[in-house]
């Protein structure tokens, strides 16, 4: 198994990412907004995406979007085809293009609304944390993509604020301030430690 960055050479699976997604939205019966395959094939093309292949069969895919002048990432269309489900490939594949978007976009902060219990976990375990939309990107373009969603007048009855999804959010200011405080903390023990030492020698 194969996951890699994506290039033109991939257009050739674009239909089958959207017929993908759509499917996996009817066994679900959740919002999923829908993708055309010329859409997919931008994504493609500019390298914002990530593809999962077992030889030349597709398995998965997921592209990246930016949003409020690159400020915000989303990572879109996490889809894992019937056959290799159940093998942890989302996971993998959700790894892969998370550490594109950080190497791409070092200072956004990466976010997801999403319905689906195995994507929130995935999130958590890279960092993400549940916040509310208000913490998200207000570019309209972001929301008038939920306009393909079933759910999608839940979400305009609420001004934009909730829906069925769950907002997620990973800050990299965040993280890089929770790996001070650890720093700071783990250096003063270490003088403690190192100051009891030279006291009982």
């Known amino acids: 198994m194969k996951i890699v960055t994506t290039n033109s050479f991939h257009n050739k699976y674009a239909e089958v990412i959207c017929d993908t997604i759509a499917d996996s939205a009817k066994v679900r019966g959740t919002g999923i907004a829908k993708r055309s395959p010329e859409y997919i094939v931008k994504k493609i093309e500019s390298g914002n995406a990530v593809i999962a292949l077992e030889g030349d069969k597709f398995a998965g895919f997921c592209y990246i979007e930016t949003w409020s002048n690159k400020k915000y990432v989303v990572h879109s269309g996490l889809i894992v085809h019937p056959d290799f489900r159940n093998l942890g490939l989302a996971k993998k594949i959700k790894k892969k293009v998370f ?10 902060k990466i976010f997801g609304i999403t319905t689906g219990l195995a ?10 944390k549940p916040v509310t939309f208000s913490e998200l990107t ?4 972001f929301w008038n993509g939920c306009k393909a969603c079933r759910n999608y007048d839940i979400l305009t009855r609420n001004d934009r604020k909730m829906c069925l999804c769950t907002g997620m959010l990973h800050d990299p200011k965040a993280e890089n301030s929770e790996k001070e405080v650890k720093n700071k903390v783990w250096t003063r023990l270490k003088r403690i430690k190192q100051a009891l030492f030279l006291k009982n020698k």
């Not at 550490?99 to 956004?108: L, T, W």
């Not at 994507?119 to 993400?128: F, Q, R, T």
Request: proline share 4%; glycine share 4%; charged share 40%.
């Open 99 to 108: 550490d594109h978007s950080k190497k791409m976009y070092p200072d956004a």
């Open 119 to 128: 994507v929130m976990k995935i999130n958590a375990e890279l960092g993400y």
């Open 138 to 141: 207000d570019d309209d373009a």
